[in-house]
C-alpha cells in the first residue's frame, strides 16, 4: 500500500468525522471515496426497510451529480435481491470488484447497460463496498465505477483503503443519526411536558405556544446581523421557551386557574347569604320579626350577592368598594345552634379585598414558586452542552435587570440576551392573551405601552424590547 495513499485515507477520515451537517457529510463520502480510489464515477445508497435507496450519484466526465440539496436523484429503491449486485453486497455484507460488467454474469447488470446506453457512457470496472458500522450494521453501499488508472480496475490495495473509507463513512452517519434522534427525543419530552400543562390547564398551553410562536418570528426576522442570538443557540432559545413554565405543574390548579377573587370561597359565601334568609324566615313565622324585617333584611342580602358577584370578578378594587368591605366584615348573624357568626369570613375577606387581579398575597406566593421548581426540574436534566444554558434561561423569565425580579433578584449582566428577550416575550404575551379567564387581552399598542414603561422603571432592556418592536413578532407571516 502506497504511503501517499494512506496519508490520503487519513486526512479524509479526519474530514468526514470533523463534519455536521448530515447532506454535506454525504456529499463528501462519495466525493472522497472517489478521488481515493481516482475513478470517474460513483453512486452512495442507503439502506432502508423497502430497499436501497439512491442517495448520491455522480458521473465527473459527463458533469452529472445528483442527490444534492435540490437536486434529489429521482430513480426508485433498489430491491433487496441478490441479483443486483448493490442489494447483494449489502445483504451478505461483502466487497465486490469487477472488472468488465459485460463479462461478469453473476449479477443483474441490465440497469447499468441501459444507463450506459441512454447516456452514451460506458461502464466497464466497478467496486461495491457495503457500509458497515461499529455494531455490525450495513446501513448503505457504495458503489464506485471506472478507476482511471493504467488498467482501468480497482486494485486489491484500493479495495481495502476504500473498504475501510466504507465502514469510517458509516460510523459517521449512524453518529449523526443517533444524534438526530437524542435531539427528537428530547424535543418530544419538551412537547410531552407542554401537553401535560395543557391537560390541567389549557390557557397556560397556549401560553407557552404562543410564546414559542413569536419567539421563532423574532428570530426569523431580527436575524443574526442585529440581534445577539447564534444561530447555534437557536434551538436551545426555543427549548427555553417551552420548558419555561414547566414548573407550574407542581403549582395547584385551583391557584393556577383561580379566575375570580374568591374562587372557591363563592359558593359558600353564597350558601351562608342563602341560609342567613332562611334563618330569618323562621324567626318572621315564630314572630321574632316582623314581614318588613324579613322584606328589607332579604333586599340587604341581594344587594350584598350583587357587590360580592361584582367585586369578585377582578380588576382594580376601589377605595369605596374597599370601605364597604371591610363594613360587611363586621357584620354577624346568629346559625340555628345560637353562635354567632360572621357574614364575610377571614378567607373570603382576604380575596374580596386583593387590591388588583385575583390573587392573594399567599395565592401568589404559590404562583411565583413556579419559576424555582422549573429551575429545580431542568436541574436535574442532562442536557447536551448544546443545551446545557436551557435551565438558567427558562427558570430567570421572571427576573428583571434592575433586581427587582424573582426568586434569585438577578441583575445587570447577570441577566443574559436569552432570559432579557424571554421575559419580555412573557410579560407581552400575558397581556395580549385573548383565552385568559381572569381578564380580557389588552390592544398591542398599550402593552407595547406598559411595556415601554418597564423599561423606564429598569425592569426590561430598551434595546432588546426596540428589537422586538422591529419584528412585529406577533404580526403572523403574510
Known amino acids: 500500500m502506497k504511503t501517499e495513499n494512506l ?86 455484507n ?11 454474469a453473476e449479477f443483474d447488470l441490465t ?12 461502464t466497464r470496472s466497478m467496486l461495491v463496498v457495503p457500509m458497515t458500522n461499529d455494531k455490525g450494521d450495513v446501513i448503505g453501499v457504495m458503489q464506485l465505477i471506472n478507476a482511471l488508472g493504467e488498467n482501468g480496475t480497482f486494485s486489491r490495495d484500493m479495495e481495502l483503503l476504500v473498504t475501510a473509507l466504507a ?8 453518529n449523526q443519526q443517533y444524534a438526530a434522534r437524542i435531539s427528537d427525543l428530547l424535543d418530544s419530552l419538551v412537547h410531552a411536558l407542554s401537553k401535560a400543562i395543557d391537560e390541567r390547564s389549557p390557557y397556560t398551553a397556549n401560553h407557552t405556544r404562543n410564546m414559542v410562536t413569536l419567539a421563532e418570528r423574532f428570530l426569523d426576522r431580527v436575524g443574526e446581523e442585529k440581534g445577539p442570538f447564534r444561530a447555534q443557540n437557536r434551538r436551545a432559545f426555543l427549548m427555553s ?37 332562611l334563618l330569618d324566615q323562621i324567626a318572621m313565622l315564630e314572630g321574632r320579626i316582623s314581614q318588613e324585617d324579613l322584606s328589607n333584611r332579604d333586599a340587604e342580602r341581594e344587594q350584598l350577592k350583587e357587590f360580592v358577584l361584582k367585586i369578585n370578578g377582578g380588576g382594580f378594587l376601589r377605595e369605596e368598594d374597599r370601605r364597604r368591605i371591610e363594613g360587611l366584615a ?5 346559625d340555628e345552634n345560637g353562635e354567632m357568626l360572621p357574614w364575610i369570613t377571614a378567607d373570603e375577606l382576604a380575596c374580596l379585598l386583593i387590591p388588583k387581579g385575583t390573587l392573594t398575597s399567599e395565592e401568589r406566593s404559590v404562583i411565583e414558586s413556579h419559576v424555582s421548581i422549573t429551575g429545580k426540574i431542568l436541574k436535574d436534566v442532562d442536557f447536551p452542552k448544546e443545551f446545557c444554558d436551557v435551565p438558567v434561561w427558562a427558570s430567570s423569565h421572571h427576573e428583571f435587570i434592575n433586581g427587582e425580579g424573582y426568586p434569585a433578584h438577578a441583575k445587570g449582566e447577570e441577566l443574559p440576551a436569552e432570559t432579557r428577550l424571554l421575559t419580555i416575550l412573557d410579560v407581552f404575551e400575558a397581556l395580549t392573551a385573548s383565552d385568559r379567564p381572569y381578564k380580557k387581552p389588552m390592544p398591542v399598542e398599550r402593552a407595547l405601552a406598559i411595556l415601554d414603561e418597564m423599561v423606564q422603571e429598569g425592569k426590561l432592556d430598551g434595546s432588546m424590547l426596540t428589537l422586538f418592536k422591529e419584528s412585529k413578532a406577533w404580526e403572523a407571516d403574510q
Open 7 to 92: 496519508e490520503r485515507f487519513l486526512n479524509i477520515c479526519i474530514a468526514i468525522t470533523a463534519e455536521k451537517d448530515r447532506e454535506k457529510l454525504l456529499s463528501q463520502i462519495l466525493d472522497t471515496a472517489m478521488d481515493l480510489a481516482d475513478c470517474d464515477a460513483g453512486t452512495l445508497y442507503l439502506l432502508e426497510e423497502d430497499g436501497l435507496h439512491f442517495c448520491r450519484m455522480v458521473t465527473r466526465s459527463l458533469g452529472i451529480r445528483q442527490g444534492d440539496p435540490g437536486n434529489p436523484v429521482t430513480f426508485p429503491p433498489v430491491p433487496l435481491e441478490d441479483s443486483f449486485i448493490c442489494s447483494y453486497a449489502a445483504m451478505h
Open 94 to 104: 461483502k466487497t465486490i470488484d469487477i472488472d468488465d460488467i459485460r463479462t461478469n
Open 111 to 122: 440497469g447499468s447497460i441501459q444507463y450506459d446506453e441512454m447516456t452514451g457512457y460506458k
Open 167 to 174: 465502514s469510517q463513512a458509516a460510523i459517521c452517519i449512524t
Open 241 to 277: 421557551v417551552w420548558l419555561h413554565d414547566v414548573g407550574k405543574l407542581a403549582v395547584p390548579l385551583e391557584v393556577m386557574d383561580k379566575a375570580t377573587r374568591l374562587g372557591e370561597h363563592l359558593e359558600p359565601l353564597m350558601e351562608r347569604i342563602r341560609v342567613m334568609g
Open 330 to 334: 363586621e357584620r354577624t348573624f346568629t
